[in-house]
């Protein structure tokens, strides 16, 4: 049988008498889009957060690979292999699309003070880059400054610099909020050519029903800070409990 890459037991964050998350345990299997939904305030961010170690759990465990990484800082949760992007976009606008790849590859091959001198005469560094930019279609603005580039390309640029840390494990954290029709195409379709190959394994957050199911395995549903349901996107749609959790569109949307 498979052993799951990440295994979560128990996870609970408190703020004062309020939890954010309470008891949530699940499995993530090896090469698996595992999407988590659930209406604002459910406590998805949160969950992210302790997932990706910029907040310490009150309570439960993380384990990756096989290692408790509970409570870890988010750099060396990193190192070993979780990456995420964020809802808003976290790249260096000033810097080209090219340059930002390979700060982040810099930072990840351990020469992360002197970031561009470097990546500026590593050919290594440099030929690796345009490898993944050219892998998410990027290389034809590859020279553009990043403040100047669509808000659909900064979030594939985001994934760029996420993939450069050559993680197993990838937190995507509404990768299409905001983004046009075409745009959350591209994205979506991305995150199924990459998980194709077998490379990653995806945790995504996202608010649009018709992404969550044109990518998913299996999805957890968040409320109120609790799991509500996890299953196939069939089961998902199915359950009466997450019908009735989602109200006006969403709920519209997963009866579809």
Same mark, same amino acid.
């Given at each position: 049988?498979?052993q799951?890459?990440l *295994? ?6 408190r703020? %004062? +008498? ?5 008891d949530?345990? @699940?499995?993530?299997?090896? *090469?698996?889009?595992? &999407?988590?939904? %659930?209406?604002n305030?459910?406590?998805k961010t949160t969950f992210?957060?302790?997932?990706s170690g ?9 384990v990756?690979q ?6 870890l800082?988010a ?26 790849v ?7 091959? +351990? ?7 470097? &990546? ?8 690796? &880059? ?16 990043? %403040?100047?580039?669509?808000y +659909? ?8 610099v ?5 993680p197993?494990?990838v @937190?995507?954290d509404?990768?299409?909020?905001g983004?046009t ?14 998980? &194709?190959?077998?490379?990653y ?8 029903? !018709? ?13 109120? %800070? ?5 299953g ?15 109200? !006006?569109?969403?709920?519209e949307?997963?009866?579809?």
């Amino acid at each position: 049988m498979t052993q799951p890459i990440l *295994q979560i037991s128990n996870l609970t964050k408190r703020f %004062g +008498g309020v939890a954010a998350v309470s008891d949530v345990s @699940l499995q993530v299997f090896p *090469q698996e889009t595992l &999407a988590i939904i %659930g209406p604002n305030g459910a406590g998805k961010t949160t969950f992210y957060n302790m997932l990706s170690g910029r907040m310490h759990p009150t309570a439960g465990t993380i384990v990756f690979q096989g290692t408790d990484i509970t409570g870890l800082p988010a750099h060396r949760i990193s190192r070993m292999g979780v990456s995420r992007s964020f809802q808003i976009n976290n790249i260096f606008n000033e810097m080209s699309v090219r340059e930002n790849v390979e700060v982040a590859l810099t930072a990840y091959h +351990g020469d992360s003070r002197r970031w561009v001198n470097i &990546a500026s005469r590593n050919k290594p560094i440099q030929q690796e &880059a345009d490898t993944l930019l050219e892998r998410l279609s990027l290389t034809g603005i590859a020279t553009k400054r990043a %403040g100047f580039i669509s808000y +659909g390309d900064k979030r594939l640029v985001e994934i760029a610099v996420v993939l450069a840390t050559r993680p197993q494990l990838v @937190l995507l954290d509404e990768p299409t909020a905001g983004m046009t029709p075409d745009e959350t195409h591209r994205v979506t379709a991305l995150v199924k050519s990459l998980a &194709a190959t077998g490379d990653y394994t995806f945790l995504i957050t996202e608010h649009d029903m !018709g992404v969550v199911f044109d990518v998913a395995d299996r999805i957890l549903v968040m409320h109120r %800070g609790q799991s509500l349901a996890l299953g196939t996107p069939q089961e998902v749609k199915a359950h009466p409990e997450v019908r009735r959790a989602y109200l !006006g569109d969403a709920e519209e949307e997963l009866a579809s």
